[in-house]
């Protein structure tokens, strides 16, 4: 049987007692499981702003020096950033760091719902763009606070609508007039009990979602 771990992530002041955890879960999970951690690689974020790159690269390596028991740490070449860190898919860091996280992953879906223009089937190709393309961008709203994507949010909803019409009309959707081109938007975006194809728009929905995810966490 093979048991696979994606990530853990420690929260923790930088000490030798932090960095000790790591080996701590090293055990609890062979001692509980029987699993072995492997661990190639870490990376470490420094969210104080006093820090630069230098210094702290100097005060992990300096974490790892003071104890043998972590020798084992220091031949994995921890990444080190002072900006911010992925976790679990979600950008977390300053606000410059996260805007470019979230305007690299817009375009990254912008470029993946044009590939999707090849699917001959209408079915399959609305379910690949709302339940594969979109929901890459809701995932991130309900984490991320939405001053920070707005702009990107809305970039993705009219790449979606667009597809979606594209493929729909066969590109017959250009001549039509702002009133239908309204109507029809609205149609895409309502619920589905509500008669509609049930393609949220996350511009609108992202703040309710990272609101109702935050309260969530703090009940």
Not at 5 to 27: M, T, Y
Not at 104 to 114: G, N, Q, Y
Not at 130 to 136: I, L, P, S, T, V
Not at 148 to 177: C, K, P
């Amino acid at each position: 049987m093979l048991g696979i771990c994606d990530d853990i992530f420690i929260i923790v002041r930088l000490s030798v007692q932090s960095l000790v955890v790591r080996g701590g879960n090293e055990k609890i999970l062979k001692a509980d499981l029987d699993r072995d951690l492997n661990v190639p690689k870490f990376n470490v974020f420094f969210p104080d702003t006093s820090f630069t790159l230098d210094t702290a690269r100097s005060a992990l390596d300096s974490a790892v020096r003071a104890d043998p028991a972590l020798a084992d740490l220091a031949a994995m070449g921890a990444g080190v950033s002072t900006d911010g860190i992925r976790v679990a898919g979600i950008p977390v860091g300053v606000d410059a760091w996260v805007k470019t996280f979230v305007e690299k992953k817009t375009r990254s879906v912008i470029t993946d719902v044009a590939k999707l223009d090849v699917v001959s089937d209408g079915l399959l190709h609305n379910h690949l763009v709302n339940f594969c393309q979109h929901a890459r961008m809701v995932f991130l709203g309900r984490n991320t606070p939405t001053p920070l994507l707005s702009e990107f949010m809305v970039q993705v909803d009219d790449i979606i609508v667009e597809a979606v019409y594209r493929h729909g009309t066969g590109g017959g959707h250009v001549d039509w007039s702002p009133h239908l081109r309204k109507f029809s938007n609205m149609k895409i975006q309502v619920p589905h009990f509500r008669g509609g194809f049930g393609i949220t728009p996350n511009e609108g929905s992202a703040i309710s979602a990272f609101y109702s995810a935050s309260c969530a966490l703090v009940v």
